[in-house]
């Protein structure tokens, strides 16, 4: 055990970044270490549950706007953030740095770098982040998820692992759960997914898509969906003309109990949600980000495609048409249900929260 050691974590504040950033802390936790936190207002929402002995919320923005007051008004903020990084480090010396991408996660990992703190980055998906693609030259490590890496640096003088996606515990604990595909009659669970930026195509499409499904199967389905606030009620109202009730909501707490009980998944191909979907074993319809940087998730979604866990519908593709012939087909097909149940599994990560976490310490440990 590393009694008295402290790690610093860098991440934006999505759940993307959030969750393997969390599922580290975590595993660093059990083994003696304290965690400091460096993240934006967004990622201070996880603050309640992320086991973090500081936190420290940055000023951060997007450097992609456009406008010279923007830019100069995101220049200043980054200027902020570095020097409130510096300081943080300098007061509470850090032994090791790993960033996880998003735009909060830069301020921290260049102050890492200034402080000469040995520091690393996980990229959560299959295409490297911008920030990530920033830090890594001189990083000590780039530690991946999948197999293929794309836009990684020729330069580089760290090592470069495939280590898979960290997890956080509350999914480990779903992790491969038994899947039991329904029963002819018997009920259907689905459950719908997809962050701020995806719930409001799946509000409009999902909800048509359903309700044009013949009667016979339609009554069997039980659906949980991700809902904005602010359309709630139009989703709801839908639901109710097709003669089904749904659990709307705009954020589930026990996310991991929800697709334990899934049948099927709807989602987008951000990276914590592909690796969640493949931990527990789940089949998943994916719809990646269009606008996602560099098309990431696009990547992310092969993964699962290629073993044949998921279909994978375009943004283009995906009308109330395609996604009712598509639900059609694979709610009558039970058996094919749980072969692409089976087949997430294959590609589910094995040991990566605690590969990492060794890593980490061998590099402290100047094993590395």
């Known amino acids: 055990m590393s009694e008295g050691k402290l790690i610093g974590l860098a991440a934006g504040g999505t759940g993307g970044h959030m969750f393997p950033a969390e599922a580290l802390a975590q595993e660093m936790k059990r083994r003696g270490w304290r965690v400091i936190l460096f993240t934006d207002k967004r990622g201070m929402r996880y603050g309640e549950t992320f086991p973090a002995d500081i936190l420290l919320e940055l000023p951060a923005s997007n450097p992609a706007i456009s406008g010279v007051k923007a830019k100069a008004a995101t220049g200043f903020a980054l200027m902020r953030a570095v020097r409130q990084s510096l300081a943080a480090i300098g007061t509470h010396k850090p032994d090791i740095m790993v960033g996880f991408g998003g735009y909060p996660s830069a301020p921290a990992m260049l102050a890492a770098r200034l402080r000469g703190i040995p520091h690393g980055v996980h990229e959560q998906n299959a295409v490297l982040g911008r920030v990530n693609r920033l830090v890594a030259p001189k990083a000590d490590f780039i530690a991946h998820a999948f197999t293929q890496l794309d836009r990684l640096p020729e330069k580089r003088t760290g090592a470069l692992l495939e280590l898979g996606n960290p997890v956080r515990d509350a999914v480990m604990q779903k992790a491969r759960a038994p899947y039991v595909a329904p029963a002819e009659f018997s009920q259907i669970d689905i459950l719908v997914f997809g962050g701020s930026q995806g719930a409001a195509l799946f509000s409009r499409i999902v909800p048509a898509a359903i309700s044009e499904l013949p009667e016979r199967l339609r009554q069997r389905l039980k659906i949980t969906q991700q809902v904005r606030e602010e359309e709630q009620e139009a989703v709801a109202a839908v639901y109710a003309e097709a003669g089904l009730q749904a659990d709307l909501r705009p954020f589930f707490a026990d996310m991991p109990e929800r697709l334990a009980r899934a049948h099927l998944v709807i989602s987008r191909a ?39 866990a998921a279909k994978v519908m375009s943004e283009g593709g995906f009308s109330a048409d395609t996604l009712r012939e598509t639900l059609a087909a694979l709610l009558t097909a039970p058996a094919t249900l749980a072969q692409m149940a089976q087949q997430a599994l294959t590609v589910a990560p094995e040991r990566a929260t605690i590969r990492l976490a060794d890593h980490v310490e061998a590099v402290v440990a100047g094993n590395e």
């Open 270 to 308: 951000g990276a914590s949600s592909v690796t969640e979907i493949a931990t527990v074993g789940r089949p998943a319809i994916l719809v990646p980000l269009a606008i996602a940087m560099d098309d990431h998730q696009s990547g992310n979604a092969r993964v699962l495609e290629a073993c044949g």
